[in-house]
C-alpha cells in the first residue's frame, strides 16, 4: 500500500509514520495497520508536495480543514494510480465558541478518491503576544522562530513543541489529527 502525504516537510511525513504505527518506535498500541489488515513492511510512506490551496497562514477551522482536504485532493491528482491513499495535513489558527484567546489547530483528512476522513489534532492556547502578532497578520513559524530565537521550527518540534515545553511535539500532535482522519478506513462504524 502506497500513502501519499501532501507536503514535503518531514514532519508530516514522521506525523503519518506515527499514526500508522510504523515510525519505528516500539509500541504495545495496536496500530492503524490493524485496521487497515496491513503489515508495516507493506506500507510505504512518501512526500508529495503539493500546494494547500489556502492561505500561508490558515485562520479558523473551515480554512484549516480546506487546506487538509486539498493538500489531499492534490496527491490523488497529482499521481493518479500511484497512491491508495492520500494525506493532507494543515495547522492555523483559531478561536473557539466559549473560550477567548486564539488556538494552534491541527486538521487531517485522509482520501481514496471515493471517500474523506477528518480528524483534529489537540489545540493548544497561544500566548496573549504571539496571538496578537498573528491578528495583525503574522503568521505562526516566523514568529514563534522569532520568539524562541531560532529558525525552522516547523520542521522540527513545531509550535506545540515549544508551547509545552516539549511534552508534545509536532510530529505526535499532527498524529492525533491523522490517525482520526483514518476512522472511516479503519472502523466499521463508518
Excluded at 498573528?134 to 520568539?147: A, R, T
Excluded at 520542521?155 to 508551547?163: H, K, P, S, T, Y
Excluded at 516539549?166 to 498524529?175: F, N
Aim: charged letters at 20%; proline letters at 6%; one cysteine or more.
Amino acid at each position: 500500500m502506497r500513502v501519499g502525504v501532501g507536503s514535503g516537510n518531514p514532519v508530516k511525513r514522521r506525523a503519518v509514520e506515527r499514526a500508522l504505527g510504523i515510525a519505528g518506535e516500539s509500541d504495545s498500541e495496536p496500530g492503524l495497520l490493524d485496521g487497515l489488515s496491513e503489515s508495516p513492511e507493506a506500507v510505504a510512506v512518501e512526500a508529495v508536495p503539493v500546494p494547500s490551496g489556502v492561505s500561508e497562514q490558515p485562520t479558523g477551522h473551515a480554512e484549516t480543514i480546506a487546506g487538509a482536504e486539498n493538500r489531499a485532493a492534490a496527491v490523488l491528482d497529482a499521481e493518479p494510480d500511484a497512491c491508495d491513499l492520500a494525506v493532507g495535513i494543515e495547522g492555523g489558527v483559531a478561536g473557539f465558541d466559549g473560550a477567548n484567546g486564539l488556538f494552534l489547530v491541527m486538521w487531517a483528512a485522509v482520501a481514496d478518491g471515493s471517500r474523506v476522513g477528518r480528524g483534529a489534532g489537540p489545540s493548544l492556547e497561544l500566548p496573549g503576544p504571539v496571538a496578537a502578532r498573528i491578528e495583525d497578520g503574522e503568521e505562526l513559524g516566523p514568529v514563534m522562530d522569532d520568539v524562541l530565537d531560532t529558525n525552522g521550527v516547523a520542521r522540527r518540534g513545531g509550535a506545540a513543541g515549544a508551547l509545552t515545553n516539549g511534552r508534545v511535539d509536532r510530529a505526535d500532535a499532527l498524529a492525533t489529527a491523522v490517525a482520526g482522519a483514518f476512522g472511516p478506513f479503519v472502523s466499521d462504524l463508518y
